[in-house]
């Protein structure tokens, strides 16, 4: 299949980070994010184009997102190369970030967590309420935790 993501995305960092993604939310939730494809292009790509809300995180002391897929990209009003250097923290209000960060050390402690509700903004100032996500811990093939990420499919602008 050939690649038809937007030339912006590096796929050294996309294809094994598909991976990552998908092997994580399997080790901590027990189920498939997407249907097993045995072709990791075509899983980035279904991924990537996904009918759901998905972004990831670095594993940083303050950290930056470092994946979001069509959706992500449309509900947070980014391109890649703007969103690839957001801080985490920037997608929720300043007095909704000590919130979102007790929640983070939550899921960083116990792998996951589903169910999750709270207010981000976009980029250009759009207040939105997520709602029933699920957030886990990234982890690479050794084990070693490498960032977050998060996927939903329920929001309303508020």
């Known amino acids: 299949m050939p690649n038809n993501l937007p030339r912006d995305i590096p796929l050294n960092f996309a294809l094994p980070h598909t991976y990552c993604i998908l092997h994580s939310y399997k080790k901590w939730t027990g189920k498939e994010l997407i249907p ?3 072709d990791p ?3 980035m790509q279904q991924l990537f184009y996904a009918p759901f809300v998905l972004v990831t995180s670095n594993s940083a002391s303050d950290p930056i997102l ?3 897929n069509q959706k992500g990209l449309d509900l947070w009003e980014m391109t890649w190369e703007i969103l690839t250097k957001t801080p985490g923290r920037d997608t929720a209000e300043p007095m909704h ?3 979102r960060q007790k929640f ?3 899921v960083q402690k116990n792998g996951f967590i ?3 509700s709270g207010i981000r903004i976009s980029s ?4 939105f309420k997520i709602e029933n996500a699920t957030v886990w811990n990234l982890v690479d093939t050794n084990g070693k935790f490498v ?5 939903f499919n329920d929001w309303k602008y508020l």
């Open 147 to 151: 960032g977050q990420a998060a996927t």
């Open 41 to 43: 292009e075509t899983s």
């Open 114 to 116: 589903e169910n999750y």
């Open 104 to 106: 983070l050390d939550v």
């Open 124 to 127: 250009t100032g759009k207040r």
């Open 66 to 68: 470092n994946y979001g």
């Open 97 to 99: 970030r000590e919130e």
């Open 36 to 38: 097993h494809c045995p």
